[in-house]
């Protein structure tokens, strides 16, 4: 499979935004930098980190004490010196490490409860709708006519029906002799 010869040219952006701003730097993004430093730093609150250090340490020192003379690079009587210059030197690289991953979490947070503010925004402007229509339709059922009211009105027409039938259906006259 042959690669593109434009090594610059991504895909996950608009076209706009594909060339590099500073053309003449070459190397990692602040974005990988970030990612390797923020891995490097979430390895370093493991146990396995942590026994692993242990290990090497309890190896470094088993060996600068077990070996023999001509062997040993450090020694044990100054206090392992440059066990402790290694240690002194990884924990100055892990503190800022550790903040740099901290502050890349803060602004994940910062991005995500600015996510959140708004969809908290678009879920009260859907519930205020709602309200509205809920009290809309409440306001058009109370216009319309219940089951009581439509039966009431059809036995005061169907008695009205009945009345004005009612001369029709006697045909006695006044004045005829019933006795």
Not at 68 to 92: E, K, V, Y
Not at 135 to 154: G, H, N, P, T, Y
């Given at each position: 499979?042959?690669?593109?010869?434009?090594?610059?040219?991504?895909?996950?952006?608009?076209?706009?935004?594909?060339?590099?701003?500073?053309?003449?730097?070459k190397?990692?993004?602040?974005?990988?930098?970030?990612r390797a430093?923020?891995?490097?730093?979430?390895?370093?609150?493991?146990?396995?980190?942590?026994?692993?250090?242990?290990?090497?340490?309890?190896?470094?020192?088993?060996?600068?004490?077990?070996?023999?003379?001509?062997?040993?690079?450090?020694?044990?009587?100054?206090?392992?010196?440059?066990?402790?210059?290694?240690?002194?030197?990884?924990?100055?690289?892990?503190?800022?490490?550790?903040?740099?991953?901290?502050?890349?979490?803060?602004?994940?947070?910062r991005?995500?409860?600015?996510?959140?503010?708004?969809?908290?925004?678009?879920?009260?402007?859907?519930?205020?709708?709602?309200?509205?229509e809920?009290?809309?339709?409440?306001?058009?059922?109370?216009?319309?006519?219940?089951?009581?009211?439509?039966?009431?009105?059809?036995?005061?027409?169907?008695?009205?029906?009945d009345?004005?039938?009612?001369?029709?259906?006697?045909?006695?006259?006044?004045?005829?002799?019933?006795?």
């Open positions: 499979m042959a690669r593109d010869s434009r090594s610059d040219v991504r895909l996950d952006s608009p076209k706009g935004l594909r060339t590099r701003v500073l053309s003449g730097r190397g990692p993004s602040r974005d990988r930098f970030g430093t923020e891995s490097i730093a979430r390895n370093m609150g493991t146990p396995y980190f942590l026994i692993a250090l242990t290990l090497f340490c309890v190896a470094w020192m088993g060996y600068n004490t077990l070996a023999p003379l001509n062997l040993r690079f450090d020694s044990a009587a100054i206090g392992f010196t440059a066990l402790t210059l290694i240690l002194s030197l990884q924990a100055s690289y892990a503190a800022p490490l550790i903040l740099l991953a901290q502050n890349r979490q803060d602004d994940r947070d991005v995500q409860v600015e996510q959140d503010r708004q969809r908290a925004e678009r879920n009260l402007a859907d519930t205020e709708y709602l309200a509205r809920v009290v809309a339709l409440r306001l058009a059922m109370k216009d319309m006519a219940s089951k009581d009211f439509i039966r009431d009105e059809l036995r005061s027409l169907l008695e009205e029906l009345r004005r039938d009612e001369p029709e259906a006697s045909p006695e006259a006044p004045g005829s002799a019933r006795d």
